[in-house]
Protein backbone atom coordinates (compact mmCIF):
# COMPACT_ATOMS: atom_id res chain seq x y z
CA UNK A 1 0.00 0.00 0.00
CA UNK A 2 2.37 2.85 0.87
CA UNK A 3 4.70 1.36 -2.87
CA UNK A 4 1.02 2.85 -4.44
CA UNK A 5 1.15 5.87 -2.73
CA UNK A 6 4.66 6.96 -3.60
CA UNK A 7 4.04 5.65 -7.19
CA UNK A 8 0.86 7.90 -7.63
CA UNK A 9 2.85 10.91 -5.39
CA UNK A 10 5.76 10.07 -8.29
CA UNK A 11 3.47 10.42 -11.15
CA UNK A 12 1.45 13.70 -9.23
CA UNK A 13 5.44 15.57 -9.08
CA UNK A 14 6.19 14.36 -12.82
CA UNK A 15 3.55 15.72 -14.20
CA UNK A 16 2.92 18.90 -11.48
CA UNK A 17 6.72 19.45 -13.69
CA UNK A 18 5.71 19.23 -16.74
CA UNK A 19 2.46 21.38 -16.76
CA UNK A 20 5.32 24.20 -15.30
CA UNK A 21 6.87 24.29 -18.81
CA UNK A 22 4.76 27.20 -19.41
CA UNK A 23 4.37 28.78 -22.91
CA UNK A 24 5.09 32.28 -24.31
CA UNK A 25 1.92 34.38 -25.00
CA UNK A 26 0.85 37.78 -26.08
CA UNK A 27 1.33 36.51 -29.44
CA UNK A 28 1.52 39.40 -32.30
CA UNK A 29 2.64 40.12 -36.00
CA UNK A 30 4.47 43.40 -37.16
CA UNK A 31 6.65 45.04 -40.04
CA UNK A 32 4.90 43.29 -42.76
CA UNK A 33 5.82 43.41 -46.20
CA UNK A 34 5.24 41.42 -49.35
CA UNK A 35 7.98 38.78 -48.15
CA UNK A 36 8.19 38.75 -44.52
CA UNK A 37 6.95 39.68 -41.17
CA UNK A 38 7.73 39.63 -37.43
CA UNK A 39 7.04 37.51 -35.48
CA UNK A 40 6.12 38.93 -31.82
CA UNK A 41 5.82 37.49 -28.33
CA UNK A 42 5.80 37.72 -24.67
CA UNK A 43 8.96 35.86 -22.49
CA UNK A 44 7.65 32.22 -20.92
CA UNK A 45 8.39 32.24 -17.33
CA UNK A 46 11.08 29.68 -18.24
CA UNK A 47 12.41 29.23 -21.18
CA UNK A 48 16.21 27.50 -22.47
CA UNK A 49 14.45 27.91 -26.09
CA UNK A 50 11.83 28.08 -29.00
CA UNK A 51 10.39 27.08 -31.97
CA UNK A 52 8.05 28.41 -34.26
CA UNK A 53 5.96 27.41 -37.59
CA UNK A 54 4.17 28.70 -40.03
CA UNK A 55 2.27 27.97 -42.76
CA UNK A 56 -0.46 29.58 -45.18
CA UNK A 57 -3.50 29.80 -43.62
CA UNK A 58 -5.79 26.52 -44.58
CA UNK A 59 -3.57 24.47 -45.63
CA UNK A 60 -1.47 21.18 -43.45
CA UNK A 61 2.30 21.87 -44.10
CA UNK A 62 4.10 23.83 -41.69
CA UNK A 63 7.48 25.48 -42.23
CA UNK A 64 9.51 25.38 -38.74
CA UNK A 65 11.79 28.40 -37.15
CA UNK A 66 13.98 26.26 -35.07
CA UNK A 67 16.76 27.08 -32.55
CA UNK A 68 15.36 30.47 -31.21
CA UNK A 69 17.18 31.47 -27.80
CA UNK A 70 15.04 31.39 -24.69
CA UNK A 71 15.90 35.45 -24.29
CA UNK A 72 14.52 36.34 -27.77
CA UNK A 73 11.12 38.14 -28.29
CA UNK A 74 10.78 38.50 -32.07
CA UNK A 75 12.26 36.23 -35.03
CA UNK A 76 11.28 37.53 -38.82
CA UNK A 77 9.63 34.83 -40.57
CA UNK A 78 11.06 34.73 -44.11
CA UNK A 79 10.11 33.93 -47.70
CA UNK A 80 6.53 34.70 -48.13
CA UNK A 81 4.11 35.08 -50.89
CA UNK A 82 2.32 38.57 -51.39
CA UNK A 83 -1.08 39.40 -50.42
CA UNK A 84 -1.37 35.89 -48.70
CA UNK A 85 -2.69 34.95 -45.24
CA UNK A 86 -0.50 32.85 -42.58
CA UNK A 87 -0.46 31.69 -39.38
CA UNK A 88 2.35 30.82 -37.07
CA UNK A 89 2.17 29.32 -33.72
CA UNK A 90 5.04 29.08 -31.20
CA UNK A 91 6.15 26.16 -28.29
CA UNK A 92 8.16 26.98 -25.61
CA UNK A 93 11.12 24.27 -24.29
CA UNK A 94 12.26 24.77 -20.60
CA UNK A 95 15.47 22.70 -20.92
CA UNK A 96 17.83 21.37 -23.38
CA UNK A 97 16.32 17.98 -23.91
CA UNK A 98 13.53 19.42 -25.57
CA UNK A 99 11.42 17.89 -22.50
CA UNK A 100 9.25 18.99 -21.03
CA UNK A 101 7.69 21.62 -23.02
CA UNK A 102 4.58 23.73 -22.94
CA UNK A 103 2.81 22.03 -26.70
CA UNK A 104 2.06 24.82 -29.46
CA UNK A 105 0.46 27.74 -28.58
CA UNK A 106 -2.85 29.40 -29.92
CA UNK A 107 -2.17 30.92 -33.87
CA UNK A 108 -1.62 34.79 -34.50
CA UNK A 109 -2.84 35.24 -38.34
CA UNK A 110 -1.84 38.03 -40.95
CA UNK A 111 -1.48 38.90 -44.50
CA UNK A 112 1.27 40.27 -46.59
CA UNK A 113 1.07 43.28 -48.90
CA UNK A 114 1.11 43.64 -52.43
CA UNK A 115 4.82 43.89 -54.16
CA UNK A 116 5.54 47.07 -55.67
CA UNK A 117 8.98 47.10 -57.97
CA UNK A 118 10.86 50.00 -57.69
CA UNK A 119 11.94 51.29 -60.84
CA UNK A 120 15.28 50.18 -61.95
CA UNK A 121 17.59 53.42 -60.95
CA UNK A 122 20.85 51.77 -59.71
CA UNK A 123 23.51 54.66 -58.84
CA UNK A 124 27.04 54.35 -60.01
CA UNK A 125 29.75 56.76 -58.29
CA UNK A 126 33.74 56.57 -59.98
CA UNK A 127 35.87 58.33 -57.87
CA UNK A 128 39.95 58.92 -58.95
CA UNK A 129 42.85 59.51 -56.58
CA UNK A 130 44.12 62.14 -58.04
CA UNK A 131 43.02 64.00 -60.99
CA UNK A 132 46.44 65.04 -62.19
CA UNK A 133 47.30 64.00 -65.39
CA UNK A 134 49.19 60.21 -65.80
CA UNK A 135 49.59 59.94 -62.52
CA UNK A 136 48.61 56.59 -61.19
CA UNK A 137 46.29 56.18 -58.29
CA UNK A 138 43.45 54.72 -56.67
CA UNK A 139 40.12 54.02 -58.78
CA UNK A 140 36.94 54.14 -56.35
CA UNK A 141 33.95 52.32 -58.36
CA UNK A 142 30.68 51.98 -56.20
CA UNK A 143 27.51 50.38 -57.22
CA UNK A 144 23.82 51.20 -54.81
CA UNK A 145 20.55 49.57 -55.46
CA UNK A 146 17.50 50.43 -53.47
CA UNK A 147 15.21 47.77 -51.95
CA UNK A 148 12.85 46.05 -54.83
CA UNK A 149 14.79 47.32 -57.49
CA UNK A 150 15.54 44.55 -60.63
CA UNK A 151 18.69 42.77 -60.08
CA UNK A 152 21.75 44.05 -62.69
CA UNK A 153 22.21 41.72 -64.78
CA UNK A 154 25.22 42.84 -66.73
CA UNK A 155 27.12 45.80 -67.62
CA UNK A 156 30.25 47.94 -68.31
CA UNK A 157 31.77 50.78 -67.73
CA UNK A 158 33.76 52.33 -70.54
CA UNK A 159 36.37 55.69 -70.12
CA UNK A 160 37.58 57.54 -73.11
CA UNK A 161 40.98 58.28 -71.66
CA UNK A 162 42.98 56.61 -69.72
CA UNK A 163 44.50 52.92 -68.79
CA UNK A 164 45.51 50.19 -66.49
CA UNK A 165 48.86 49.40 -65.93
CA UNK A 166 48.08 45.86 -66.48
CA UNK A 167 52.20 44.89 -67.36
CA UNK A 168 52.63 45.65 -63.55
CA UNK A 169 51.24 43.09 -62.52
CA UNK A 170 51.54 39.07 -62.19
CA UNK A 171 48.99 36.33 -61.21
CA UNK A 172 47.66 36.32 -57.96
CA UNK A 173 48.64 40.21 -57.05
CA UNK A 174 46.96 42.41 -54.82
CA UNK A 175 45.07 44.39 -56.66
CA UNK A 176 42.44 46.02 -54.34
CA UNK A 177 39.46 45.14 -52.46
CA UNK A 178 35.66 44.93 -52.32
CA UNK A 179 32.83 44.90 -49.99
CA UNK A 180 29.57 43.97 -50.53
CA UNK A 181 26.81 44.82 -47.74
CA UNK A 182 23.50 43.89 -47.90
CA UNK A 183 20.32 44.47 -45.43
CA UNK A 184 21.30 41.09 -43.84
CA UNK A 185 25.23 40.82 -43.92
CA UNK A 186 28.19 42.85 -45.26
CA UNK A 187 31.41 40.62 -46.92
CA UNK A 188 34.54 41.93 -47.36
CA UNK A 189 36.99 41.03 -49.75
CA UNK A 190 40.49 40.77 -51.02
CA UNK A 191 40.58 41.21 -55.28
CA UNK A 192 43.59 39.32 -57.08
CA UNK A 193 44.65 39.35 -60.48
CA UNK A 194 43.60 36.25 -61.99
CA UNK A 195 44.73 35.42 -65.95
CA UNK A 196 46.24 37.90 -67.44
CA UNK A 197 46.53 37.91 -71.37
CA UNK A 198 49.17 40.50 -72.07
CA UNK A 199 49.01 44.23 -71.24
CA UNK A 200 45.53 44.99 -71.78
CA UNK A 201 43.51 42.16 -70.44
CA UNK A 202 42.90 40.71 -66.88
CA UNK A 203 40.35 38.77 -65.22
CA UNK A 204 40.21 39.67 -61.23
CA UNK A 205 39.11 37.23 -58.99
CA UNK A 206 37.87 38.12 -55.49
CA UNK A 207 38.27 36.16 -52.43
CA UNK A 208 36.99 36.35 -49.30
CA UNK A 209 38.28 35.87 -45.58
CA UNK A 210 38.40 32.27 -45.64
CA UNK A 211 40.36 32.63 -48.94
CA UNK A 212 37.02 30.78 -50.80
CA UNK A 213 36.88 32.21 -54.87
CA UNK A 214 33.29 34.27 -54.45
CA UNK A 215 33.49 36.09 -57.62
CA UNK A 216 35.25 37.58 -60.44
CA UNK A 217 35.44 40.19 -63.24
CA UNK A 218 37.55 41.35 -65.91
CA UNK A 219 39.70 44.47 -66.89
CA UNK A 220 40.72 45.82 -69.96
CA UNK A 221 42.63 48.85 -72.11
CA UNK A 222 40.34 49.37 -75.02
CA UNK A 223 40.26 51.68 -77.66
CA UNK A 224 41.77 54.73 -76.27
CA UNK A 225 40.43 54.05 -72.18
CA UNK A 226 39.39 51.39 -70.04
CA UNK A 227 36.56 48.93 -69.90
CA UNK A 228 35.25 47.21 -66.32
CA UNK A 229 32.83 44.93 -66.00
CA UNK A 230 30.10 45.21 -64.22
CA UNK A 231 29.23 42.82 -61.29
CA UNK A 232 25.42 41.53 -61.11
CA UNK A 233 23.48 41.93 -58.10
CA UNK A 234 24.09 39.69 -54.90
CA UNK A 235 22.23 36.40 -55.67
CA UNK A 236 18.73 36.01 -53.60
CA UNK A 237 16.72 33.82 -55.63
CA UNK A 238 14.40 36.19 -57.16
CA UNK A 239 14.89 39.32 -60.12
CA UNK A 240 14.47 41.70 -57.17
CA UNK A 241 16.73 43.05 -55.29
CA UNK A 242 16.22 43.59 -51.17
CA UNK A 243 18.88 46.65 -51.24
CA UNK A 244 22.54 46.72 -51.42
CA UNK A 245 26.14 48.74 -51.93
CA UNK A 246 28.83 47.23 -53.83
CA UNK A 247 32.18 49.10 -53.53
CA UNK A 248 35.30 48.30 -55.62
CA UNK A 249 38.48 49.88 -54.69
CA UNK A 250 41.50 49.45 -57.20
CA UNK A 251 44.96 50.54 -55.56
CA UNK A 252 47.56 52.20 -57.52
CA UNK A 253 46.43 50.48 -61.37
CA UNK A 254 45.33 53.28 -63.39
CA UNK A 255 46.87 55.92 -64.99
CA UNK A 256 45.41 58.66 -65.91
CA UNK A 257 45.46 60.57 -69.41
CA UNK A 258 48.63 62.44 -70.32
CA UNK A 259 47.02 65.64 -71.68
CA UNK A 260 44.45 67.89 -69.33
CA UNK A 261 41.17 67.96 -70.35
CA UNK A 262 37.80 66.19 -69.42
CA UNK A 263 37.70 62.53 -68.73
CA UNK A 264 34.53 60.60 -69.75
CA UNK A 265 33.21 57.56 -67.78
CA UNK A 266 29.97 55.59 -70.05
CA UNK A 267 27.82 53.38 -68.01
CA UNK A 268 25.58 50.78 -69.55
CA UNK A 269 23.69 48.23 -67.39
CA UNK A 270 20.93 45.76 -68.11
CA UNK A 271 18.81 44.57 -65.28
CA UNK A 272 17.70 40.61 -65.15
CA UNK A 273 14.43 41.92 -66.63
CA UNK A 274 15.86 43.83 -69.98
CA UNK A 275 15.56 47.58 -68.36
CA UNK A 276 18.52 49.28 -69.59
CA UNK A 277 20.23 52.69 -67.95
CA UNK A 278 22.96 54.35 -69.49
CA UNK A 279 24.91 57.55 -67.68
CA UNK A 280 27.84 59.38 -68.63
CA UNK A 281 30.03 61.15 -65.80
CA UNK A 282 33.11 63.62 -66.21
CA UNK A 283 36.28 64.59 -64.30
CA UNK A 284 38.63 67.08 -65.12
CA UNK A 285 42.53 66.21 -65.44
CA UNK A 286 44.84 69.01 -64.82
CA UNK A 287 48.40 69.12 -65.63
CA UNK A 288 51.25 70.65 -63.01
CA UNK A 289 52.58 73.44 -65.19
CA UNK A 290 54.94 74.75 -62.19
CA UNK A 291 58.38 75.20 -63.11
CA UNK A 292 58.03 74.34 -66.55
CA UNK A 293 59.68 76.48 -69.25
CA UNK A 294 58.04 76.52 -72.72
CA UNK A 295 60.32 77.35 -75.44
CA UNK A 296 60.21 81.05 -76.93
CA UNK A 297 57.79 81.14 -80.11
CA UNK A 298 57.33 85.08 -81.00
CA UNK A 299 53.42 85.70 -82.13
CA UNK A 300 52.66 87.33 -84.77
CA UNK A 301 49.39 89.63 -85.74
CA UNK A 302 47.10 88.00 -87.87
CA UNK A 303 43.79 90.91 -87.46
CA UNK A 304 43.73 94.81 -86.62
CA UNK A 305 40.80 96.57 -85.52
CA UNK A 306 39.75 99.87 -84.87
CA UNK A 307 37.47 100.60 -81.38
CA UNK A 308 34.40 100.01 -82.86
CA UNK A 309 35.27 96.39 -83.95
CA UNK A 310 36.15 96.79 -87.68
CA UNK A 311 38.76 95.56 -89.13
CA UNK A 312 41.75 97.74 -90.24
CA UNK A 313 45.32 98.85 -91.23
CA UNK A 314 47.41 100.01 -89.06
CA UNK A 315 46.83 103.94 -88.42
CA UNK A 316 48.73 106.46 -86.54
CA UNK A 317 48.35 107.91 -83.39
CA UNK A 318 44.71 105.96 -82.92
CA UNK A 319 44.01 102.91 -80.00
CA UNK A 320 43.85 100.16 -81.74
CA UNK A 321 42.88 96.21 -81.14
CA UNK A 322 45.72 93.41 -82.14
CA UNK A 323 44.47 90.11 -82.69
CA UNK A 324 47.61 87.80 -82.25
CA UNK A 325 48.09 84.31 -84.30
CA UNK A 326 48.40 82.79 -80.53
CA UNK A 327 44.58 84.07 -79.82
CA UNK A 328 45.31 86.89 -77.37
CA UNK A 329 44.14 90.40 -78.03
CA UNK A 330 45.95 93.72 -76.76
CA UNK A 331 45.13 97.51 -77.38
CA UNK A 332 47.91 99.59 -79.03
CA UNK A 333 48.74 103.09 -80.01
CA UNK A 334 51.20 103.33 -83.40
CA UNK A 335 52.96 106.63 -82.79
CA UNK A 336 55.76 107.56 -85.76
CA UNK A 337 58.77 108.73 -84.62
Not at 106 to 133: H, M, Q, R, W
Not at 234 to 252: A, C, W
Amino acid sequence: MKFRHTLILFCFISNFSYSQCLNADSLYTNNITYSNALANWNHAPIANHYIIHYRILGTTNWNNLANISGNDTTRNIPGLNPLTSYEWQIKTYCDTSNQPNSGWSYSDTFTTTSFVAAPFNPIINKTLGSLECNAQNELFLSITQEENEPDIGTGTIISDGGYFNINTINTNDSVGYATITTATQSIASVLRAGIILGTNYAIINSYDSTGSLIGFFTIENDNGGVKIEILGSPNDGNNYTSGYVSELYFTNLFVNPQNAGPLHFFTDINSELNDQLSATDTVQIWCNTTGIISPFNPKKINTIFDILGRENQIQLNTIQIIKFSDGTTEKRVFIKK
